[in-house]
């Protein structure tokens, strides 16, 4: 492995750095902490990826790049007669081969396996040879000699050669079995000599005949030369008897073939003869057929029209029907627009009642509500300075007479009596207060009769203004059914009137029975019409097949003459199929 150039882009120490590599040894200097050991590390990085690096991939990217700066390493080596050019980043990288264009590999894994099968050594096994440290050596010192002879051997390429010794060995000893085996299977001299006098005995006998055979060969040759010139004139003379055979029998079917169709067209005259006959019957008979059809067209239209009549006479009859419930609906709803704003007057006094009657209740009730918390309140406050006395009679009662008053804390001796007096008076009447207010918020806890009427006419009034506002409601949408409903009405009757009009328009003249018989009448007719069409269709070919009749004769005349020459023709030829044989046989 040879290394040709290092780039090195935002790793660790190195900004951007590029190292080109000359011949030979190779020195790196410089003082502590300026990245010479980041040289070695970017390459063993690029070689095996992140295992390679020390610490963690965070810590690769230079400090004096940005956060999103692209960290890379590009390395070019070359490696068993072949140039490479690896180029890894924090998150991909790409191994080219020999200056080519696209990668032949192109993941953090894949360059990785691909870099180790080319280099034959593991990450290991290359950190503790040829890329390591004079401390790190120490890993050959702890193996036992055997493995450390494995371990070099491996690492050398020396295994590579104890395994082509093998294989040597392997394939001599094969080829040497293959020998064996094949002087095994060798005959003795004699066998060999024997079998090489056969051979030159059979080479006489063979060459003998050879000299027969060509002997035989030109005879023949020269008897073939005597006989070519007679083979060819029979073969000539029976060619031209084939040939006029052939033309007899093409001239003997065209004369059948003519013959066959002036047949075919005599029955075909024949067949129009009859259909001029039966024609002419047909005709007397579908005279009628035009004006019946104009008739039953006529009727058609009646029927049509008589159909139209009828579909508007039930569209009148709808019409007068729907007329005359609009006309009621009308009637009952006139009164609407008058009803509407008594409706809306009474309206208007009942809600003016509501809000009189839900402004008196509230103020009642928050009367009530006033004097009820109001109890309750001074009931509170009754309970508390009620335990505050009895809190303080109870510490005058426990300090008794030699002890000091609790409000002014002066001591008490003869005034004990009138103290303790003065605390049990005032808790009388606080026990007093408290049983009033008690029975005064017993008397608030149910809603007073003036409130409760006042809720209950609130109440009904608000029903009232429901019901005046629903049939307010109803009369409202009669008012706007009556605009709508004039206008239906109005639409119904110019429609009532355009069907009238056209209803009378049409003329009631129709007679079904007449029309089924003309049905029944021209149904009966058009298959004869039909089969008069056919025939004369036939009658139109009666010239056609005269000309063709014509034609056919000629023809016949023609192919029985050319026959009659090929006869003779065939006669006059001096052919015998026997001497043509013997001939061909010789």
């Known amino acids: ?39 070695l590390e970017a390459i063993a990085w690029a070689l095996y990826g992140q295992d390679a690096a020390r610490g963690k991939k965070e810590t690769i990217r230079s400090l004096s790049a940005g956060a999103g700066a692209r960290v890379k390493v590009e390395l070019d080596f070359q490696l068993g007669g072949h140039r490479y050019r690896v180029e890894r980043g924090l998150t991909s990288a790409e191994l080219y081969l020999d200056g080519a264009e696209e ?4 993941s953090l894994t894949g360059v990785s396996e691909m870099l180790r099968r080319r280099l034959g050594m593991t990450r290991e096994e290359f ?6 440290g004079q401390k790190e050596l120490d890993v ?7 493995e450390r002879a494995q371990f070099l051997s491996r690492v050398l390429g020396y295994e ?12 001599g000893r094969l080829v040497g079995a293959e020998a064996t085996g094949l002087r095994t299977a060798l005959p003795d001299a004699a066998h060999v000599e024997r079998i090489h006098d056969e051979a030159v005995a059979r080479l006489t006998q063979a060459s003998e005949r050879v000299r027969v055979s060509t002997t035989r060969r030109d005879r023949a040759t020269h008897e073939m030369s005597e006989i070519a010139p007679r083979w060819l004139a029979a073969q000539q003379e029976r060619e031209q008897l084939q040939e006029a055979l052939a033309e007899l029998r093409v001239a003997e079917s065209e004369a059948a073939a003519y013959a066959r169709d002036a047949e075919r067209i005599g029955r075909e005259l024949t067949d129009v003869a009859a259909a001029d006959d039966e024609l002419q019957h047909l005709a007397e008979e579908l005279r009628p057929l035009a004006a019946l059809s104009e008739e039953l067209q006529a009727l058609d239209a009646l029927a049509r029209d008589e159909g139209r009549r009828n579909a508007l ?3 009148e009859r709808a019409l007068e029907e729907e007329l005359s419930r609009l006309r009621e609906r009308r009637t009952r709803i006139e009164t609407a627009p008058s009803l509407e704003e008594e409706a809306i007057l009474e309206l208007e006094q009942m809600r003016a009642m509501l809000e009189l009657v839900e402004g008196e209740l509230e103020a009642k009730r928050t009367e009530w509500v006033r004097d009820r918390q109001e109890a309750d309140t001074k009931r509170t406050a009754l309970r508390e300075q009620y335990a505050e006395v009895k809190e303080q009679r109870e510490r005058l009662v426990t300090a008794g007479e030699d002890g000091t008053c609790p409000i002014c ?15 049990d008076e005032q808790m009388a009447n606080l026990i007093a207060d408290g049983k009033y207010f008690n029975s005064r918020i017993e008397q608030l806890e149910e809603m007073p009769g003036e409130v409760r009427e006042l809720d209950e006419r609130r109440r009904s009034t608000f029903e009232e203004v429901g019901k005046l506002e629903r049939r307010l409601v109803k009369v409202q949408l009669a008012v706007q059914e009556l605009t709508s409903l004039t206008r239906d009405l109005h639409a119904r009757e110019q429609r009532f009137a355009l069907v009238h009009a056209e209803r009378v328009a049409i003329p009631g003249t129709y007679d079904a029975a007449r029309h089924a018989a003309a049905r029944r009448e021209l149904e009966r007719l058009r298959p004869l019409d039909g089969r008069a069409t056919r025939l004369a269709t036939l009658m139109e070919r009666r010239p056609v097949l005269e000309s063709e009749r014509d034609r056919a004769a000629a023809g016949v005349a023609r192919a029985q003459g050319r026959a009659a020459k090929l006869s003779a023709r065939r006669d006059v030829l001096a052919f015998s199929e026997q001497g043509y044989a013997a001939l061909r046989a010789r």
Do not use: C
Request: hydrophobic share 35%; net charge positive; no cysteine.
């Open 103 to 106: 990668p032949i590999a192109n």
């Open 409 to 423: 804390e002066r001591a008490l001796h003869d005034h004990y009596r009138s103290v303790l007096d003065h605390f």
């Open 127 to 132: 950190f503790n040879t040829y890329f390591t």
């Open 313 to 315: 006479l039930d569209t």
């Open 160 to 171: 590579r050669l104890r395994v082509a010794q093998r294989l040597v060995r392997e394939k």
């Open 140 to 146: 050959m010192a702890s193996m036992a000699p055997s």
């Open 1 to 39: 492995m040879r290394l040709n150039s290092l780039r090195l882009s935002n790793f660790r120490q190195h900004v951007d750095t590029f190292i080109e590599f000359e011949t030979g040894l190779t020195g790196i200097i410089g003082p502590n902490g300026s990245g010479k050991t980041t040289i």
